[in-house]
C-alpha cells in the first residue's frame, strides 16, 4: 500500500476538486455543461412521446398572421373577443390560456379620435354626442373584450423583466395578486428566481381574468429552457407561472402551500423547498422552486389548430370540445421559439402545454435541494473506493473497474430517474472516474515506467528482462544494496582459450567470443540467472537474486547442462568458419554469500562475495583435473532434487581447510538409462576402494572401467592416483581427500 501512496493521494485530491463543485464551493463550467448535456439526453432517451390531446394550442402561425379576415397583427381586440366567444361558446373547450399579453390599448376602431373631438371642438353638438354613445360599445375593442373573458376559465400571461430592463423602461400594465404573500419563506434560505419588473395586461383585462401567470422560464446558461419557476419572486412576493395558474383554475383554486421534508428527516440547518401542494397535486420543484419541464417529444407533441381556421369555422367542434386551449404562436416572426432539450426551436406556448400534462399527470422529475448532498454523498463512496482501488489493480483490471464504475452510476441515475422521479446530477461522477483512471494511468505511464526503465538501466545488464519486469511491478522490494543471502554461483571458463586466442586473428577471435558470450548469457538468462560478469572468456552467474528464487540451485544446475548442450550447435557454427571447437568447465556451489553493488565511488557493479562463492570459483578450475564438464558442491547437490550425480572426490581447495565433497549431474532421474546406472555404481564401488586404501581391488576396479568405458578421463585420472600412492603409501591415516594447493 505505500508504494501505492502517491497515487492514492493525487486520486483523493481528484475526489476533493469534485466534492467541492458538488458542494458549491465553487463551480466548472465544463461539469456544468456536460451535466445539461447528459439531462438532454436522458430526457430524450426517456420521453413517453405521442400526441396528448388534452391541451389544444391555437396557433398563430403565418398562415394566421396572412390571413385578410383577422389583418396585421398584432389584431383587433373585437376578432380576439369573438374567438373567445366562439371558443366558449360554440366549440366549448374547457379553459382558455394566453401566451401573449395584451398590454396596449386597441386604438383600430378609431374611438381614441372621436372622444377627443367629443371633448373638444364637437362637445356641444348633441347629435355627435348620442351618435358616439350609441357607437361606442360596438368600437371599445378593450371593453368587448374584456367582457368577452369576464367571467369565464380564462387565464392571461404576462412577463417579468430584469433589473436592467426595469432601468430602461417602468413596468407598466397589472399583474395578478400573489399566491403566496412575502414574509412566506422567513428563515429559509431558498434561491428563488426574482425579478425587478414586469409587463402587464390592461388593468381592465387583468380584472375581468379568472387569474393569470408569468411565462418567464429559467434559461440556463447554455441558453436552454429546461425549467420554469413555480414561484417568481417579485418585490418579496411570490408569482404563479401561467400553466400553474390553469392548473389551480382547473381544481377550482386551491391554495399553493409549500412543501417541506418531516423534520425527523432531514438536519435543522436544511432548509429546502421540496415540492408545492396544489390541492390534490404535488408539484416537485427544485433549489429554486422551479420546475423540471416534462416533454413529452419533440415539437407538436400537442394537437396544433391554426387560428384562423377556428376562427372561420373550418375547424369539427370535437377538435375542441372539453380541451384546454393555449393561444400562441408558432411562427418565427413573432419571437416565441426557445432552445429546449428536445428542439433548438421549440415554440415557448408548447413548454406551458408540457407544464400542464405534467402537473395532471403527476409526471415531473423532482430535483429537491437534498439533492445535492446525495452527490456529495456519491461521490466520497465511488470516489473513496476508486481511489484506493485503482493504484492496487494492474491496467487491465483498473479498465474494467473505471468501467463499472461508469457503468454503475449511468444505471443508478437512470434508475432513480426513472422510478423515483428524481434528476440526479451525474457528470461529476463520470468525469471524476474518467479523470482519476487517466490518472492512474498517466502515473502508471510516465512515473512508473521511468522506474521501470531506472530498474531496466541497473538490473537490465545483469537480469533477464522478465525478471526486470517482475521487479518493476513492485520496485519497493528490490534494492542494489548490500545483504547476505544464500544463493548458488557459477563460473564458466573456455578451455585452452589462451592456445585458441594465440592461434586466431584478433577480430575473428573477438567474432568467436561475442558469440559464445552471447548463446551462454542467453541460456542463463532462459534459466532466470543474473549475470554478474564477464572475466576474459569466463562467466560468472549467480540465481536467487535480485528476485527470490526458492529452486536457485536447481535451475543453476539445469543452466550448467544447457550451457554445454548449448556448445553442440555453437561449435558446428564455428567450424564451418574455420574456426576450433570450444569446451568449457563450469563450477557450482551454493552457500551463505554478500549480495549487492560493491566497488569503488568511481565503478560498482551488482555481485556476489563469500567463501561459497570463491569455491565455485576453485571447483570450475576443478573440472580440468577430472575430466568432466560440471561440478557442483556438496551444497549444491543437497539442495536439488529429481537429479542424478556421478561422486567425484572428496576435496580440500585451496584457501579451505575442511574438505567438501564434489559432484557430476548425469541426468534427471528416471531418465538415466541402464547401462549408465551399471556404470555408476561400479564407479561406486571404485571409489569406495579408493577411499578405503585398497589399491588392489581400486586398482582392478579401475582397470575395468577404463576398458568399459574408453572415453571417461575420470576413471584414467584415479588409475594414475592409485599408481602413485601404491608407489608412495600417504603419510599417516588415509582419508581419502584430495587437496589442491594451486587455484
Same mark, same amino acid.
Given at each position: ?330 411562427? #418565427?416572426? %413573432?419571437?416565441? /421559439? !426557445? @432552445? &429546449?432539450?428536445?428542439?433548438? =426551436? ?7 402545454? $408540457? *407544464? ?34 485503482? #493504484?492496487? %489493480?494492474?491496467? /487491465? !483490471? @483498473? &479498465?474494467?473497474?473505471?468501467? =463499472? ?7 443508478? $441515475? *437512470? ?329
Amino acid at each position: 500500500m505505500r508504494k501505492h501512496l502517491a497515487r492514492i493521494v493525487l486520486g483523493l485530491a481528484v475526489l476533493a476538486l469534485f466534492v467541492g463543485h458538488a458542494a458549491k464551493f465553487y463551480q466548472f463550467e465544463l461539469v456544468n455543461r456536460l451535466d445539461h448535456i447528459i439531462y438532454d439526453a436522458r430526457l430524450r432517451f426517456t420521453m413517453p412521446g405521442g400526441v396528448d390531446e388534452r391541451i389544444v394550442i391555437l396557433d398563430i402561425d403565418e398562415k394566421s398572421l396572412a390571413a385578410p379576415e383577422l389583418g396585421r397583427w398584432p389584431w383587433g381586440r373585437d376578432k380576439v373577443a369573438a374567438l373567445v366567444d366562439k371558443l366558449f361558446d360554440e366549440y366549448g373547450i374547457a379553459a382558455l390560456g394566453f401566451d401573449v399579453v395584451n398590454a396596449e390599448p386597441d386604438a383600430s376602431s378609431g374611438l381614441p379620435v372621436l372622444e377627443r373631438l367629443a371633448d373638444g371642438e364637437l362637445k356641444g353638438n348633441a347629435e355627435f354626442q348620442a351618435a358616439l354613445a350609441r357607437l361606442r360599445p360596438a368600437l371599445d375593442h378593450d371593453a368587448r373584450f374584456a367582457r368577452a373573458i369576464k367571467g369565464r376559465p380564462v387565464v392571461l400571461g404576462y412577463y417579468f423583466t430584469s433589473e436592467a430592463e426595469a432601468q430602461s423602461r417602468e413596468a407598466h400594465g397589472a399583474i395578478p395578486a400573489p399566491v403566496l404573500p412575502a414574509g412566506t419563506f422567513a428563515g429559509r434560505t431558498i434561491p428563488f428566481t426574482s425579478w425587478a419588473g414586469y409587463g402587464g395586461n390592461l388593468p381592465a383585462f387583468q380584472a375581468a381574468a379568472a387569474a393569470a401567470g408569468h411565462f418567464n422560464p429559467v434559461v440556463d446558461e447554455d441558453g436552454v429552457v429546461r425549467r420554469v419557476p413555480m414561484l417568481a419572486q417579485y418585490q418579496g412576493r411570490y408569482y404563479e407561472p401561467l400553466a400553474l395558474a390553469l392548473v389551480r383554475m382547473l381544481l377550482d383554486f386551491p391554495p399553493v402551500e409549500p412543501g417541506y421534508p418531516p423534520d425527523r428527516f432531514m438536519s435543522r440547518t436544511y432548509s429546502g423547498l421540496e415540492w408545492l401542494a396544489v390541492g390534490k397535486l404535488r408539484v416537485p420543484v427544485d433549489e429554486n422552486a422551479a420546475a423540471l419541464v416534462p416533454f413529452r417529444g419533440d415539437a407538436r407533441s400537442f394537437p396544433y389548430l391554426s387560428l384562423v381556421d377556428v376562427f372561420l369555422d373550418r375547424v369539427p367542434a370535437e377538435r375542441l370540445r372539453g380541451r384546454i386551449a393555449l393561444v400562441g404562436t408558432s411562427a #418565427p416572426g %413573432l419571437v416565441d /421559439l !426557445r @432552445a &429546449t432539450p428536445v428542439n433548438r =426551436a421549440y415554440p415557448g406556448v408548447e413548454v406551458h402545454a $408540457n *407544464l400542464i400534462a405534467g402537473m395532471l399527470d403527476g409526471t415531473i422529475k423532482g430535483r429537491p435541494a437534498y439533492v445535492l448532498g446525495a452527490e456529495v454523498v456519491l461521490l466520497l463512496a465511488g470516489g473513496l473506493a476508486l481511489a484506493v482501488l485503482l #493504484p492496487l %489493480l494492474s491496467p /487491465l !483490471r @483498473a &479498465t474494467l473497474a473505471a468501467g =463499472a464504475a461508469l457503468a454503475g452510476y449511468a444505471g443508478l $441515475n *437512470l434508475g432513480v430517474w426513472q422510478t423515483a422521479d428524481i434528476a440526479l446530477p451525474l457528470a461529476s461522477s463520470l468525469l471524476m472516474t474518467v479523470a482519476m483512471f487517466a490518472l492512474n494511468m498517466s502515473y502508471g505511464y510516465f512515473v512508473e515506467s521511468r522506474a521501470k526503465r531506472q530498474f531496466t538501466e541497473l538490473f537490465g545488464q545483469y537480469v533477464p528482462p522478465e525478471l526486470v519486469d517482475q521487479m518493476a511491478r513492485d520496485p519497493g522490494k528490490y534494492s542494489m544494496e548490500g545483504r547476505s543471502e544464500e544463493l548458488t554461483v557459477l563460473f564458466s571458463d573456455i578451455r585452452g582459450f589462451t592456445s585458441i586466442a594465440e592461434g586466431m586473428e584478433p577480430k575473428e577471435l573477438s567474432q568467436l567470443l561475442n558469440e559464445y558470450l552471447t548463446e551462454m548469457t542467453r541460456v542463463i538468462g532462459e534459466h532466470r540467472g543474473t549475470l554478474d560478469k564477464y572475466i576474459g572468456d569466463a562467466i560468472m552467474a549467480f540465481w536467487g537474486a535480485p528476485v527470490a528464487e526458492p529452486r536457485h540451485a536447481e535451475r543453476a544446475v539445469a543452466a550448467a547442462v544447457a550451457m554445454q548442450a548449448a556448445l553442440g550447435p555453437l561449435n558446428e557454427r564455428f567450424r564451418a568458419r574455420g574456426w576450433p571447437d570450444l569446451k568449457i568447465g563450469i563450477g557450482i556451489n551454493t552457500g551463505p554469500m554478500r549480495v549487492g553493488d560493491m566497488g569503488s565511488r568511481s565503478r560498482k557493479a551488482y555481485t556476489v562475495l563469500g567463501d561459497a562463492v570463491n569455491l565455485a570459483s576453485r571447483l570450475e578450475g576443478l573440472t580440468k583435473q577430472y575430466g568432466v564438464g560440471i561440478i557442483v558442491g556438496e551444497a549444491t547437490r543437497q539442495a536439488v532434487g529429481g537429479t542424478v550425480f556421478r561422486e567425484l572426490d572428496r576435496v580440500r581447495v585451496k584457501g579451505k581447510d575442511a574438505p567438501t565433497a564434489i559432484y557430476e549431474p548425469v541426468g534427471p532421474e528416471g531418465a538415466v538409462g541402464k547401462p549408465r546406472v551399471e556404470e555408476l555404481r561400479l564407479w561406486q564401488q571404485a571409489l569406495k576402494a579408493y577411499r578405503a586404501g585398497d589399491w588392489d581391488q581400486a586398482e582392478l576396479a579401475l582397470f575395468n572401467m577404463q576398458r568399459l568405458y574408453p572415453k571417461m578421463p575420470l576413471y584414467e585420472v584415479y588409475a594414475g592416483r592409485v599408481a602413485r600412492l601404491r608407489a608412495q603409501p600417504p603419510a599417516g591415516r588415509w582419508d581419502g581427500v584430495t587437496t589442491f594447493e594451486e587455484k
